[in-house]
Structure formats: C-alpha cells, structure tokens
C-alpha cells in the first residue's frame, strides 16, 4: 500500500516521462532511465524521506533533481568521474588493484537514488574492484561531496566524511 503522497510523486513522475514504467513501492518512486552523458541506462530510486517530510514532500523540487542528474551535461559527468577516480587512486596509493587499467574507463554507473536535496551514484568498477561498488553523493549542484567504496556481499562498509580520514583509516590498515 502507498500513500497518497508517494501516489502523488509518482503521477507527477508518470506525466514528466522522466523515467520508464516508474512504480511506488516502499516508501520510494522507481524505474530506468538514461543518463546520456554516462551513455547508460540506470535504475532510478526516488526518495521523498516520508519519514522526515511527512505529507510536506516538494514533488517540483524532486522532479528537478532527477531531471538534473538523467541531463548532466558531458563536462559536468566527466568532472564527477575524474574527482571519484582521482579520490579513490589517492586513497589505494599502491594497493595492489586486481587489473591495472584507468578507473575512469573502469566505472560503469549503475544506479541513482535522488532525494530533494542530494543525489546518490553507484558504480561498479569490474576490472578493479570486482567485489565491490562505490558509491557518490552529489549535491544539488552535482558536486561530488562524498566517495565511499562498499563491498558489494555487505560484510564491511566504512563511512568517511573527508579524503583524509580515508587515507588515515588505510594507513592504520597498513600498520596492522
């Protein structure tokens, strides 16, 4: 059963076409859709946090997030592309990585969660870190404010909020 906000966001998602056969389930409105730049078609979860809103959810505000990701321009994704690669190759440094070959041409964005006020990437990097994803936050201006990397079986997730305590916790990891 869904509530009669949800219901609403996703007549608004029904009528903007900007995602294909959207359904709300869950607490969320969700479908496909392209994002051209990326050259991929992604799953799209649309979270309203009802939790948080309640009934005060801005169905313009989360249609103009999504709209924003699916049409990010070329410049723009590539810029998001090479700050996430350039982070995590800071990060690993030396780290023995399972083929050697660039990151960017490595990661393959496979979904988006957009909620009102920031948009989450995930990616899967095959050839480097097959047994994981990494996951992106944007914020509205599709600024790259955080890059996590998540074993894709769930058994260790490490959050971290800066580069630096990243390169911390890998350091400690090294002197183990």
């Given at each position: 059963?869904t509530?009669?906000?949800?219901?609403?966001?996703?007549?608004r998602?029904?009528?903007?076409?900007?995602l294909?056969d959207?359904?709300?389930?869950?607490?969320?409105?969700?479908?496909?859709a392209?994002?051209?730049a990326?050259?991929t078609v992604?799953?799209?979860?649309?979270?309203?946090e009802?939790?948080?809103?309640?009934?005060?959810?801005?169905?313009?505000?989360?249609?103009?997030?999504?709209?924003?990701i699916?049409?990010?321009?070329?410049?723009?994704?590539?810029?998001?592309v090479?700050?996430?690669?350039?982070?995590?190759?800071?990060?690993?440094?030396?780290?023995p990585?399972?083929e050697?070959?660039?990151?960017r041409?490595?990661?393959?964005?496979?979904?988006v969660?957009?909620?009102?006020?920031?948009v989450?990437?995930?990616?899967?990097?095959?050839?480097?870190?097959?047994?994981?994803?990494?996951l992106?936050?944007?914020?509205?201006?599709?600024e790259?404010?955080g890059?996590?990397?998540r074993?894709?079986?769930?058994?260790?997730?490490?959050d971290?909020?800066?580069?630096?305590?990243?390169l911390?916790?890998?350091?400690?990891a090294?002197?183990?």
């Amino acid at each position: 059963m869904t509530s009669p906000v949800l219901d609403s966001l996703l007549a608004r998602i029904v009528e903007s076409g900007l995602l294909e056969d959207p359904i709300a389930e869950n607490g969320l409105v969700y479908g496909r859709a392209s994002i051209d730049a990326a050259g991929t078609v992604v799953n799209v979860n649309i979270d309203p946090e009802l939790e948080e809103h309640g009934d005060d959810v801005d169905h313009d505000e989360l249609i103009a997030a999504v709209s924003r990701i699916l049409s990010v321009g070329e410049s723009r994704w590539r810029a998001v592309v090479d700050e996430v690669a350039t982070d995590i190759d800071d990060a690993v440094d030396d780290e023995p990585v399972i083929e050697q070959i660039d990151l960017r041409d490595d990661l393959e964005a496979t979904s988006v969660v957009v909620f009102a006020d920031a948009v989450l990437l995930a990616f899967l990097a095959p050839k480097q870190f097959p047994e994981s994803r990494i996951l992106v936050q944007l914020d509205e201006e599709l600024e790259v404010e955080g890059v996590e990397v998540r074993e894709l079986d769930g058994t260790e997730t490490i959050d971290f909020d800066t580069l630096d305590e990243m390169l911390e916790e890998i350091s400690r990891a090294d002197e183990s």
